[in-house]
């Protein structure tokens, strides 16, 4: 029997692709064809790209190029819940859905962002690090302040802003929350205080990046802000990269202003390049840790990740309606 439907994954590192097949085929049997790439660049996608019923995506960029290509394109399913990568206004021109999965891993991101925080207030990787050249003294990491009574400020209070609050708080950590959606029903309920973009820099003895990346949060911090910030801010990012300014944070770093940076992804993150060497300057500063954009990772949210995406592609081919549709208004207006 002929292959009714493609599906190309364009990229992937999980090893196999078992897990997407698994659902299609569950949902199509023999009338879906999956073809897992590993593409890094838009002219290794364009050609297998044009005659995709479906995409999905993980670090691949998929731009107005390739989606013009596309001549049977139904859906673009992302992995996670971000789709910066994804030209959704192209997209919807072409009346192509394009889906998400966006509640698959709050609980893991907070436990990540907080965990690099604490990991920087107490200074353990100075600790480590000294410890094993030898050297045995509590004096090593000097100066650690008391964590309780501080404040931090959260840039983004969606469901893992939520989360985030919730574990700061049990540390007696004070939650200063931005985001230009804010209740005052919602910062009742869970305790924290709404305010400005500007004084949260101002006023935050840490501060965790969990927003969107959009246009207007490109490069959210730069020089201008770090300047507002106190003295000795500790940052910790488990957004998007390029919502820092990251020859801005290493003018930062080197002048005291951050004492310390939990990145869980750079500027350009190393999973879209074929070839990648640490070659950025953060990579010599003792006070920083970088984790490889791995703060949603749990055994169980990588399946469930894999899983939704592909049953958002099974169902669009099925005809039935995806359960997160990114680009609902303008698709429903055409």
């Not at 593409?39 to 790209?49: C, D, Q, V, Y």
């Not at 959606?181 to 973009?197: D, G, L, N």
Request: charged residues 30%.
């Amino acid at each position: 029997m002929a292959k009714k439907y493609k599906v190309i994954i364009t990229d992937y590192d999980f090893g196999n692709i078992d897990v997407e097949t698994n659902v299609l085929k569950d949902a199509l049997g023999d009338a879906v064809e999956v073809v897992g790439l590993n593409a890094k660049s838009e002219e290794e996608l364009i050609g297998p790209a044009k005659d995709a019923d479906a995409l999905i995506v993980q670090y691949s960029h998929v731009g107005r190029r390739i989606i013009e290509e596309m001549q049977k394109g139904k859906i673009i399913a992302r992995y996670g819940s971000g789709v910066d990568i994804v030209d959704v206004e192209a997209a919807s021109e072409r009346g192509i859905m394009v889906t998400n999965v966006p509640d698959y891993c709050h609980q893991e991101v907070a436990d990540h962002a907080v965990t690099l925080l604490l990991t920087l207030i107490k200074k353990i990787k100075v600790y480590d690090n000294r410890v094993r050249t030898g050297e045995w003294r509590w004096q090593s990491a000097k100066p650690i302040y008391r964590m309780q009574g501080k404040s931090v400020g959260i840039v983004g209070f969606g469901r893992i802003g939520m989360e985030i609050a919730k574990r700061v708080q049990g540390f007696g950590i004070k939650p200063l929350v931005y985001t230009p959606r804010m209740t005052p029903e919602r910062a009742k309920e869970y305790q924290v205080e709404s305010v400005s973009f500007e004084t949260l820099l101002r006023e935050s003895d840490y501060i965790i990046l969990q927003a969107p990346l959009t246009s207007e949060t490109l490069h959210l911090l730069s020089d201008r802000e770090f300047a507002m910030m106190k003295d000795q801010v500790i940052l910790v990012n488990t957004a998007r990269g390029p919502m820092i300014d990251e020859a801005a944070l290493i003018r930062a770093l080197e002048s005291g202003k951050v004492a310390g940076a939990g990145l869980d992804d750079i500027e350009e993150e190393p999973a879209k390049r074929r070839d990648w060497k640490p070659d950025s300057k953060l990579f010599n500063f003792e006070n920083v840790i970088v984790t490889p954009h791995a703060a949603y990772y749990s055994e169980e949210s990588i399946i469930e990740s894999r899983r939704r995406a592909a049953e958002e592609v099974a169902r669009v081919l099925k005809g039935e309606a995806p359960h997160h549709l990114v680009n609902q208004a303008t698709i429903h207006s055409k």
